[in-house]
Nanobody
Framework: QVQLQESGPGLVKPSQTLSLTCTVS??????????WTWIRQPPGKGLEWMGA???????YYSPSLKSRTSISRDTSKNQFTLQLNSVTPEDTAVYYC?????WGLGTQVTVSS
């Protein structure tokens, strides 16, 4: 059973960098052909795919967020990390890490001064 857990600050100030970590158990993030994803849901809106990191470390980003997003990993800790730069209140959302049908519980991030 794969389990994912997001962690990070719940409040970020405008113009700062949002940084979240997903800790994975039950599978290795280096398992062949596995892709680990970040998805968010702003209040009152649908799910938005932000990006992913593959088993080899290759990254993929949403075109609309690519200029502000970076996804990395720490294979020794079986974690992958999201960084979103220059945040605005529009980045307020519940952020999820995901792998196939497995989801973290999500973490609320509010961008506010």
């Amino acid at each position: 059973q794969v389990q994912l857990q997001e962690s990070g600050p719940g409040l970020v100030k405008p113009s700062q960098t949002l940084s979240l970590t997903c800790t994975v158990s039950g599978d290795s993030i280096t398992t062949n052909y596995c892709y680990w994803t970040w998805i968010r849901q702003p209040p009152g809106k649908g799910l938005e795919w932000m990006g992913a990191i593959g088993y080899s470390g290759t990254t993929y980003y949403s075109p609309s967020l690519k200029s502000r997003t970076s996804i990395s990993r720490d294979t020794s800790k079986n974690q992958f990390t999201l960084q979103l730069n220059s945040v605005t209140p529009e980045d307020t959302a519940v952020y999820y890490c995901n792998f196939l049908n497995y989801w973290g519980l999500g973490t609320q991030v509010t961008v506010s001064s």
